[in-house]
């Protein structure tokens, strides 16, 4: 790594712990040692790396970025995050990395579940989180994974005891203040769903307008035999910041895990996933929607390794871009050698809105066993001319013909969300990009 | 309300129409007949404001206005429809919403009060009867996974809601049983009165057995080369095109002698 660049970190790290972030907690300060091992050893990749290929992180590499020492920002600032808020869910809400107590509410959980903030929950659960926490992030070694654990403060931390059930979903907002120096702000979700749970999560990293800021976010996801587990990650940063978020699945045998990623926010956007199915029947679901527009790049990259026999995966990723904004889509399926029966289906559709914006999409699949069924798709394209003539010779005009078609093109991945009133926000935010009015 | 004067037209170039010639009055109902290849197509593309079609001498008048320089739109809002020879599938948005967007951008157009939904499904339960058209095919998406004869059952259905002036059905026969023929027909026999107008662009004479137009056409090499009541369409049936094809040269080599 660029020394200076390393130094501004080690810095940071010194910083952090004199002002006493993590409160000196065995269980974090071991985490915490660990990241900053992989963090200080590594390298922040660059377009070299062939999994980077797309996404230039040097724009982001200018900033040095600290996190926030103490939880500061004023009310007037921190009230938006309200407009968030859906009914009948707990709610852990999250500014500038420090849990915030007034806009939490966790009510209904189940018997001996765990649905706390980090820094409690290492003091209250030390055998859970001494057990689970950032194991999957510390096992890559990957810079982002490591250098949001080197400055383990907060977060959310879940677990489900076998055969518990989350009635309602659990909303979980990281809001970023931005302001003063440069913010990072490091969102951590660990969710440890055990054998027979059911759970809903949404998460929604989010971020005033303003200032440049980093949220380099990690979750972590374990669902046990036979769990039902559906969580949705909706970014909605600010358009000057830079978005970074790692996520791990691992999945036991006949568990379901679905994933949805919404995209709409940042400069910079870069979302991986790493899926592992690691049991007998599994099925993990990957959906994925991004907008952007102006100069925004987004990056998916996902890997599902099926691990293995009889599973199943499905994929659905689509990109909407607009104005000049870049995008990319990596889709790796890996199927071991004795992961017969796999059943593997991945589709990635792209829509451009103009002749500047560019996508870039890339479909990877591994297949070392032979009894498998493994398909995918990926098209990059433009308004359907056909059914914009169609629609306008029945009267609709061009604009409201394309807004038509690019809302509906973005409703699929809405309507795979098991959640009305989610639906139904989203629906909203995306109606309102396109000018779409019903 | 129309009138067509020696239209020229080319596509990619290569010239379609040459020199066509048509007028239709309020009321009326033409049938365009032709064999493949001699611009029937074209001429009702290009009538709808399709692009990819240039026209390079010739013009169309639509109640005393150029056709031609209106936007597709804006000839949907002036009153012509177009039934497709192939309705196009638009996934994800539905059939009702997309009729309902289409009329009240049309009523928007002509001052006139946009219906709300429950007007709006009143008006659609009337005109559903028409074309016998199964309720469940309002709720999908636009023609994604209608059969053939279910495509072209909406088309008429479309017709039927937005109420044009002039209607401009396109090979509409093509792909139906004689059962489904049979309604699109009488949809389109209840929707003509003295007030509007159609065109039947056709290659059979089969579907002028339950529409029955005022005049036939017979379109040949861009140009309309025989005209008559709705006794040349059965003419046609029995004798096909190629006579019509012959008389057609002898006329062309005659007048260049």
């Known amino acids: 790594m660029n020394p200076s660049k390393k130094n501004w970190y080690l810095t940071q790290f010194d910083l952090f712990d004199k002002n006493g972030n993590g409160k000196k907690n065995a269980t974090s300060a071991a985490i915490r040692d660990k990241a900053r091992n992989i963090f200080t050893s590594g390298d922040f990749p660059t377009t070299d790396d062939e999994s980077w290929k797309y996404t230039n992180l040097s724009p982001m590499l200018q900033y040095n970025f600290s996190p926030a020492f103490i939880p500061d920002p004023s009310p007037e600032k921190t009230d938006p995050v309200r407009s968030l808020f859906m009914d009948g869910t707990s709610r852990m809400v999250f500014i500038n990395g420090w849990l915030n107590e007034q806009f939490t509410s966790i009510q209904g959980i189940p018997k001996k579940a765990v649905i706390k903030n980090i820094s409690e929950a290492v003091r209250t659960n030390s055998d859970l989180t001494g057990e689970f926490l950032g194991k999957q992030s510390l096992a890559v070694q990957q810079p982002f994974p490591a250098l949001n654990l080197s400055m383990l403060n907060d977060g959310a931390f879940i677990y489900l005891p076998d055969g518990s059930e989350l009635s309602e979903p659990l909303h979980i907002i990281f809001y970023t203040v931005p302001g003063g120096r440069t913010l990072m702000n490091q969102p951590f979700v660990q969710i440890v769903a055990s054998d027979n749970t059911r759970a809903g999560i949404i998460i929604h990293t989010v971020g005033l307008p303003g200032e440049v800021y980093l949220s380099n976010a990690v979750t972590e996801v374990i669902a046990g035999k036979s769990a039902k587990i559906e969580i949705a990650n909706i970014q909605y940063e600010n358009l000057q910041s830079f978005h970074i978020h790692s996520l791990f699945m691992k999945q036991s045998s006949d568990s379901q895990l679905s994933h949805h990623a919404f995209s709409f926010g940042s400069s910079l956007a870069r979302n991986d996933v790493s899926a592992t199915l690691d049991g007998e029947n599994g099925e993990c679901v990957l959906n994925g929607l991004f907008t952007i527009e102006g100069q925004q790049h987004s990056d998916h990259s996902t890997v599902i390794d099926h691990a293995k026999p009889n599973c199943r995966s499905r994929e659905v990723y689509k990109g909407i871009l607009n104005g000049k904004s870049t995008g990319a889509f990596n889709g790796k399926i890996i199927v071991r050698q004795d992961s017969q029966r796999t059943d593997a289906k991945q589709s990635n559709n792209n829509l451009l809105l103009t002749k500047e914006a560019t996508m870039n999409t890339r479909p990877q699949l591994e297949i070392f066993a032979d009894d498998v069924k493994c398909t995918h798709g990926a098209t990059i394209g433009r308004i359907d001319d056909t059914a914009l003539f169609y629609m306008r010779s029945r009267g609709i005009d061009p604009y409201r013909a394309q807004s038509i078609l690019t809302m509906a093109f973005a409703m699929q991945l809405v309507e795979y969300l098991p959640w009305e009133s989610l639906r139904l926000q989203l629906q909203e935010r995306i109606a309102a990009q396109f000018n779409f009015r019903n | ?257």
């Open chain 2, 1 to 257: 309300m129309l009138e067509i004067v020696n239209l020229h037209a080319t596509v990619n170039g290569n010239p379609i129409l040459k020199g066509l010639n048509l007028t239709v009055k309020t009321g009326e109902v033409h049938a365009i007949m032709g064999p493949n290849g001699s611009g029937k197509s074209t001429l009702a593309n290009i009538l709808a404001g399709k692009e990819g079609y240039t026209v390079t001498k010739g013009e169309v008048r639509y109640y005393d206005r150029n056709l031609l320089e209106l936007s597709p739109e804006e000839r949907a809002c002036e009153g012509v429809f177009l039934a497709f020879q192939y309705p196009v599938e638009i996934p994800g948005v539905n059939n009702t919403y997309f009729l309902k967007t289409a009329l009240n951008s049309i009523r928007k157009y002509r001052g006139e009060e946009e219906l709300d939904a429950m007007d709006f499904l009143n008006l659609v339960r009337e005109k559903i009867k028409l074309v016998e058209i199964d309720e469940d095919l309002l709720k999908r998406p636009v023609n994604e996974g209608f059969s053939g004869g279910e495509k072209k059952r909406n088309e008429i259905f479309h017709m039927a809601v937005l109420d044009p002036k002039l209607a401009i059905l396109d090979e509409t026969d093509s792909g139906l049983d004689i059962d489904a023929l049979k309604i699109v027909a009488n949809g389109v026999n209840v929707l003509q009165s003295e007030h509007n107008s159609v065109i039947v662009v056709t290659h059979y004479q089969r579907l002028l057995n339950y529409i029955v137009p005022d005049f036939v056409h017979v379109l040949w090499d861009g140009r309309i080369v025989k005209s008559g009541g709705k006794e040349l369409a059965q003419q046609l049936e029995e004798q096909g095109y190629d006579r019509i094809k012959e008389e057609a040269s002898r006329t062309a080599t005659g007048a260049a002698v």
